[in-house]
């Protein structure tokens, strides 16, 4: 997909891998200006070299005061992708409080922190902004061992339309990516059990799993001007999974 963000400041949650590092590269390569958030350092390191000119940002989102402290100055962005995310599987009768706060911190409070902080500055600046949410299919459907997931997922469904419903008059629109299994670091976790895997994918009308590239490309056409109407939807990128 040939897109320009000539011109434009784009900040990437979750920038170290998968993803959300390829977002970056991509977004890099179209000429914006990125700022890639990430609570490993070496990963950003890693990707500085792959990207020369990207702004580095290292912090854990799941702190709301090391968050603010890092990113309360961050400066003007027109595009943002909340893309950071734990997947912590446990049984549902098994699930801590600490892996309960640790997800929702994570998948959906930073979500609202780290927007609130550039919608901000989108309004103040007067201008149109784009933000799309990395989600996933099981805002939708089930997945064994991952509620706490799936709940985080399913609340930014509607965190996805409201966002959309008060930001629009600002220009701001926001939507969602919501991918099938990605073969990410984070993916090949969640499936590791071959035989489990192999049926989870033939389940999909396509008999295969979503590559990044394929995530990639969604997040940038939303963030583009070639999306300029849609506003509190979601794309699946699911192989036709919530199809069958």
Same mark, same amino acid.
């Given at each position: 997909m040939n897109l320009n963000f000539a011109? =434009? #400041? &784009?900040? +990437?949650?979750?920038?170290? /891998?998968?993803?959300? #590092?390829?977002? $970056? /590269?991509?977004?890099?390569?179209?000429? &914006?200006?990125? +700022?890639? $958030?990430? #609570?490993?350092? &070496?990963? =950003? +390191?890693?990707?500085? /070299?792959? @990207?020369?000119?990207?702004?580095? $940002? @290292? $912090?854990?989102?799941g702190d709301w005061e090391a968050t603010e402290q890092k990113l309360g100055g961050v400066g003007p962005v027109d595009l943002l992708v909340n893309n950071a995310a734990v997947a912590l599987p446990q049984p549902f009768l098994e699930v801590t409080k600490e892996i309960f706060d640790r997800s929702f911190q994570v998948n959906l409070r930073a979500v609202f922190q780290v927007s609130q902080i550039v919608a901000r500055g989108m309004i103040e600046r007067g201008v149109p902004g784009s933000i799309v949410n990395v989600s996933s299919m099981v805002a939708h459907v089930t997945y064994p061992f991952l509620s706490t997931y799936c709940s985080t997922k399913g609340a930014m469904t509607m965190l996805t339309k409201a966002m959309a419903f008060e930001l629009g008059p600002h220009k701001i629109r926001v939507n969602s990516v919501n991918p099938t299994v990605v073969l990410t670091a984070m993916g090949r976790r969640v499936s590791e059990d071959p035989e489990f895997a192999r049926k989870l994918k033939e389940r999909h009308p396509l008999k295969k799993f979503a590559e990044v590239e394929d995530v990639v490309n969604s997040i940038l056409f939303l963030l583009s001007d070639c999306s300029a109407s849609t506003s509190g939807s979601g794309i699946m990128v699911d192989a036709g999974y919530l199809a069958s």
């Open positions: 011109g =434009l #400041r &784009a900040l +990437v949650t979750g920038a170290g /891998k998968g993803i959300g #590092r390829d977002t $970056v /590269k991509s977004l890099h390569a179209s000429g &914006a200006k990125v +700022v890639a $958030v990430s #609570r490993t350092s &070496a990963d =950003l +390191v890693s990707l500085a /070299k792959e @990207c020369p000119g990207i702004e580095s $940002v @290292c $912090v854990d989102l």
